[in-house]
Every structure is written in C-alpha cells, then in structure tokens.
C-alpha cells in the first residue's frame, strides 16, 4: 500500500537521477494510455502525475519517492506525439539511455490500452526491452470500458501476438484506474520485488 509518496524531479538526463539507493520502478506507455490516471489510481493521489487529453503531455523522466522505500518514475509515452523528429530522437535516447544504464531499475511497467488489437509500436517497445534484457510486466489500462469477456479476448490476443516472437510471456496486470482494478496486485507485486533487493 502506498501511504506517501513525494514528487522529487523531472529531469531530462537519468545521470541527474535521485541516488539509486532504493529499488526504482518505471511506467511507460504510448502517448494516451492512461499512465498518469494509472499512477494517481496506485497512488491514491488525484494530481500527483499530470493527466493530460493531449498526448506527450510527460517530456522529462520524473522520480516520486513511496514509503520512503522505493522510487516510482513516470517517464514520457512513445508512439503518438505532436513533437518535433529532433525532439522525438532526443526522447527516445533519453529513455533508452535510462532504462540500460540505471542500475537500481528493477521494473518497467509497460502499459498496454485494453480497447486496442495488438500495436505494432507496443509490441516493438517490448521486443527492444527484450533484445536489451531489461525486465518488465505488462499492465492492461482501461478494462473498465469493456466487457470482462472482451478484456479477456483483447489480453488473449495481446499475448498471441507476443508469442510469436517470445518463449514465455511476463508478468501481466489487468487495471482501471477509475475502478482500481489491478491495484492490489501491482503493488503486492512490487512489494515482492522489493523485499529481494539487495
């Protein structure tokens, strides 16, 4: 359960990052799937991440601090954003300079829209987590706006579309952040991570 949890920095360079004393992990999503309500939903917190309707609202990799113990970061959404090809460059080497190099990272959370057939850009993220053996889970967003039955098909298909290339497939959430669904899962599991790191 996350009884605090304190904005620190945004920054656009991961070697200005907090000290990578404590476990740290990340979220990131395409632009629009509802990474900041998902956050503010675990959080418990209505505004700590800013939600936006216009995509590419995070530019910058943005540490909180929960419980004291562990470092949750927002970090910018790929895929759809209103950006300059120099700007999207720029971002996409600041990401991935973050996720290879920072070493208390435990956990990406990759967070998938529910309402969508497989993308090609969601499952080209996941292949490049892969190819750079960087641990992550997969968080389904808004099941609250479909039938359980065609969560469960759309997640089915996610995961067909993902064994074509991967021999066993990662951990995997199913949340709302307007109903909370996935709540207690995700955090039990970092929690689980956590009480493993050295």
Do not use: C
């Not at 470092?71 to 999207?88: C, E, F, N, Q, W």
């Not at 053996?133 to 359980?148: E, R, V």
């Not at 759309?154 to 579309?161: D, G, I, R, T």
């Amino acid at each position: 359960m996350i009884k605090t949890i304190t904005f620190l920095q945004s920054e656009t360079d991961w070697r200005k990052a907090p000290p990578p004393s404590v476990p740290e992990y990340a979220f990131i999503g395409r632009s629009n799937v509802g990474k900041s309500s998902l956050i503010n939903m675990l959080a418990n917190h209505k505004g700590i991440a800013k939600t936006s309707s216009k995509p590419g609202k995070t530019q910058t990799i943005n540490h909180f601090l929960v419980n004291n113990a562990w470092y949750l970061v927002d970090l910018p959404g790929y895929g759809y954003a209103k950006i300059s090809k120099t700007m999207r460059e720029k971002w996409v080497k600041m990401i991935n300079d973050y996720l290879v190099l920072r070493e208390n990272l435990q956990m990406i959370f990759v967070l998938i829209d529910t309402r969508l057939e497989p993308q090609k850009n969601d499952l080209e993220f996941i292949n490049s987590l892969g190819e750079k053996q960087i641990s992550f889970a997969i968080i389904f967003t808004k099941s609250d706006k479909l039938s359980a039955l065609r969560v469960s098909q759309n997640v089915e298909s996610f995961k067909q579309a993902m064994l074509e290339t991967w021999e066993e497939l990662p951990p995997i959430f199913v949340s709302s952040a307007t109903t909370a669904k996935g709540k207690t899962e995700i955090l039990d599991f970092i929690a689980a991570v956590n009480s493993a790191f050295q």
